[in-house]
C-alpha cells in the first residue's frame, strides 16, 4: 500500500515539478523580451543624442528613477511606453515591427 501512496506522490510532485518548468521557461522568454523592448529604448535614446537617461528624462519630464527601470527592463507599463513612445514620435506599430 505504500508504494501506491509513494507512487501517487512521485507521479503528481513530477506533473507539478514539469508544469513549474514550462512557467519558469515562459517567463524567462518574457523577460527576455522586456529585455530587448529596454534595449530599443535605450538605443533610440542615444540615437536622438540623449547620452544620459538623466538628461532624456528631465527634458521630457519622465521621473529619472521610472525611466532608468524602464531601460533597466525592471518595470514596464503599457502607459509608459506609449508616452516614451509619443516623445519619439514612433508608433507603437512601428516599434514593435522589428521585434
Known sequence: MYNII???Y???FMRFF???RIMENSDLKIDLKIKEISQKLKEIRLSKGY???ET???ENDLNR???WRIESGQN???KTLIKVLNIHNI???EFFKDL
Request: charged share 10%; net charge positive; hydrophobic share 40%.
Open 10 to 12: 512521485t507521479v503528481n
Open 76 to 78: 514596464i507599463t503599457l
Open 51 to 53: 547620452s544620459s537617461y
Open 6 to 8: 509513494g507512487l501517487k
Open 18 to 20: 514539469s508544469k513549474f
Open 65 to 67: 528613477v521610472q525611466y
Open 56 to 58: 532624456f528624462a528631465f
Open 91 to 93: 508608433s507603437l506599430e
